[in-house]
């Protein structure tokens, strides 16, 4: 199939994206490295009046580099993370995760902020930034705001974006030295969406320890039981007690299998973690 007839807008500026947005009333969409806007136009998926392209707005591409966070423009793309292109104050945890979407040339033009409005459950980087404890500078026609990660997605394909709003960076607090990842997915084949995923970030100098679930059919679920149980020095069937029924605790309507996978896959993470 082919689109259905729509206007195309050539940004020049964020402003000059929003403003199209706003006039767009409901019906324009911002297409950054179109990984999944353009196929869903060519299925007719995504009705809409009018394309806003972002890709030559140069400001959206820099990532800055400060003493506590990095900034990264919503154009900055999976490979320049995964090639270390951009600064990482993760510990190498954003570059492994590029590294794991889907193959080279989806991630060549696949941008971190078109994945994030998209808030596919079973993306990477939903889960990533919500275990690193990342914000959303998000730009609109009232200014500028900031939305924790953890806050923005709502549900599944669901976000805090209203329709004249667009994401302009993300910001990732630098992680200390002495913490840890772990990372484990479970996927059908190579480069497919997760059918779990799971990062655990360990710092045993801090007593501190994360563990985030993605794939879960909503927004990721941040488990802080099994975190403090793991720190608690909780293992093997006692910590996968408290993951269970954390898990089950969330509300989600998980099948006896799918609760057994997101659960052996939390483990996973967690051993990830302390193994390094």
């Known amino acids: 199939m ?36 353009v196929p869903m136009l060519n299925l007719r998926l995504a009705p809409l009046d009018t394309v806003i392209d972002i890709s030559r707005v140069d400001s959206l591409r820099q990532a800055h580099d400060d003493a506590d966070s990095v900034r990264y423009g919503a154009l900055v793309t999976h490979a320049a993370f995964e090639d270390r292109r951009v600064p990482d104050g993760s510990n190498g945890l954003m570059p492994f995760v590029a590294g794991q979407i889907a193959y080279r040339a ?6 971190i902020g078109g994945s994030l409005a998209l808030a596919d459950p079973a993306a990477d980087w939903l889960t990533t930034l919500v275990a690193l404890e990342g914000k959303l500078l ?3 026609p009232e200014g500028r705001r900031a939305v924790a990660a953890a806050d923005f997605v709502i549900g599944s394909y669901l976000t805090d974006l209203a329709e004249n709003e667009m994401i302009e960076a993300v910001v990732v607090p630098r992680r200390s030295a002495t913490e840890r990842w772990g990372h484990y ?3 059908r084949k ?7 995923m799971a990062i655990a970030l360990v710092d045993k100098a801090r007593n501190y320890a994360r563990l985030v679930v993605g794939a879960t059919d909503g927004a990721p679920l941040v488990l802080e039981q099994a975190a403090q149980a793991f720190l608690d020095g909780r293992t093997d069937d006692a910590l996968r007690v408290v993951i269970r029924d954390e898990l089950l605790a969330a509300g989600r309507e998980f099948s006896a299998a799918r609760l057994t996978m997101h659960t052996t ?4 993470g967690l051993k990830g973690a302390a193994a390094k």
């Open 138 to 140: 998000i730009a609109g």
């Open 106 to 111: 989806v991630r060549n033009r696949g941008t």
């Open 2 to 37: 082919k689109p259905a007839p729509f206007s195309y807008h050539r940004a020049t500026s964020v402003d000059d994206a929003v403003a199209a947005l706003t006039q767009g009333a409901g019906m324009a969409r911002i297409l950054a490295g179109g990984q999944s806007l």
């Open 265 to 268: 896959v939390a483990m996973r």
């Open 185 to 187: 997915k479970v996927a």
């Open 190 to 196: 190579t480069g497919e969406y997760a059918e779990s």
